[in-house]
């Protein structure tokens, strides 16, 4: 790849203001004379020919620019990508002090920290490498050296989406899964399994909101809905929570969470079951839960579903309410980065009129300070974690 600016091909867009964020869309430029292979690095300029920013261009994709640089002195090569990454690993390691807190952070949050179209997650010794951009992953024997570089002895297992290579024109043939690892976070032990099939049996980017759920939970009688792995019931047992039951439909997972509690030596209750007919089960025998979490998986990746995911968290959190007593505590989430806060907001109203209560929202949360947010790409807060008081 060239690193002289002169010599790098020319994207012009149509209009003459800058686009404002890092995605350019198809729509927005004018399509090149002569074929760029995707995720060349190229040099765009405005309608009238000005400098507006350098990135990876790829005609196939929806998101035909990933403007990485503004500043034309900025080479996209790779020493440019080692510098990103060490910025991102001492915002980690300097200013949130991360290794006092967990071995499983976010390395790399993509647009959060300057790199869009890379995820780096670590796992104890095991870094997983997720590539969303052709750009990237022309860029993989610079990303492990560095990574590598700050990791020194690290298992790093790189992947793509399959929607993602089919989108974006790369083939990534996976690694083989690592062996699975134990991850800590605030005391306490879980198990990570990356590339085993359910992603890795650990969200790191709850972690916060783990502790605060659980010091919230305590001498609560705690229902976790859509559980995974079980964090948040295993915290709360672990602070002090009366009891705790997890429900999720997936089988495989729930064997991971009974070994979570168990590494914690905490008593969790895990049941294999579609929330719905759970609820209404636990509504017709009387069930009562002084404290609930509902974390579903992200709903859609479809713009135009948008209305009907907000439709079923509606039906979720409402027969939710059900269950849970006058002065309970609700967490609800939403880790579907189409579905803004504010109707994430809107749904909870429509289901306090619907049942009849008065839901205090306490305090809205999102991921980790491991996964930043650039001004100028709010669509990168995709996760939202209500924390509500209902009467």
Not at 90 to 98: A, D, T, V
């Amino acid at each position: 790849m060239t690193d002289t600016a002169s010599a790098l091909p020319l994207i012009r867009l149509k209009s003459d203001r800058a686009p404002g964020h890092p995605w350019v869309w198809s729509a927005q430029v004018h399509k090149p004379e002569s074929r760029i292979p995707p995720g060349s690095v190229v040099d765009v300029v405005d309608a009238k020919g000005r400098f507006t920013g350098r990135g990876f261009w790829n005609g196939h994709a929806r998101i035909a620019l990933r403007l990485l640089a503004t500043d034309p002195a900025e080479t996209i090569d790779t020493h440019w990508i080692a510098a990103r990454i060490a910025r991102a690993v001492r915002l980690r390691r300097e200013l949130l002090q991360l290794d006092s807190q967990t071995d499983a952070w976010r390395v790399v949050h993509s647009e959060g920290d300057g790199l869009s179209g890379l995820i780096v997650d670590r796992y104890a010794d095991i870094l997983v490498v997720e590539y969303f951009a052709a750009g990237m992953w022309k860029f993989r024997d610079a990303i492990r050296e560095a990574l590598l570089a700050h990791f020194p002895g690290a298992r790093i297992y790189g992947f793509a989406e399959t929607h993602v290579q089919k989108q974006e024109s790369f083939d990534c043939r996976a690694d083989e899964p690592p062996v699975p690892v134990a991850v800590h976070e605030h005391g306490l032990a879980f198990h990570a399994a990356p590339g085993a099939g359910h992603k890795t049996g650990f969200f790191a980017d709850q972690r916060d909101n783990r502790r605060r759920f659980a010091e919230l939970a305590k001498g609560r009688r705690v229902l976790d809905l859509c559980c995974n792995a079980g964090g948040f019931a295993v915290h709360a047992m672990a602070a002090g929570a009366r009891e705790a039951i997890g429900v999720d439909m997936d089988a495989g997972i729930l064997e991971i969470a009974r070994a979570n509690a168990a590494a914690n030596n905490v008593a969790v209750d895990f049941q294999q079951a579609d929330i719905f007919d759970w609820l209404r089960a636990a509504v017709a025998r009387g069930e009562k839960y002084d404290a609930v979490i509902l974390d579903p998986a992200k709903l859609t990746r479809d713009r135009s579903k948008v209305f009907d995911a907000l439709k079923k968290y509606f039906a979720m959190n409402r027969l939710a309410l059900d269950v849970i007593p006058p002065g309970g505590l609700l967490l609800t989430c939403s880790c579907t980065g189409l579905v803004s806060e504010a109707d994430f907001l809107e749904m909870l109203r429509r289901v306090a009129i619907n049942a009849g209560r008065e839901i205090q929202i306490l305090e809205v949360r999102g991921a980790g300070t491991d996964h930043p947010v650039r001004a100028d790409v709010p669509e990168s807060r995709y996760l939202k974690a209500v924390f509500c008081r209902v009467e």
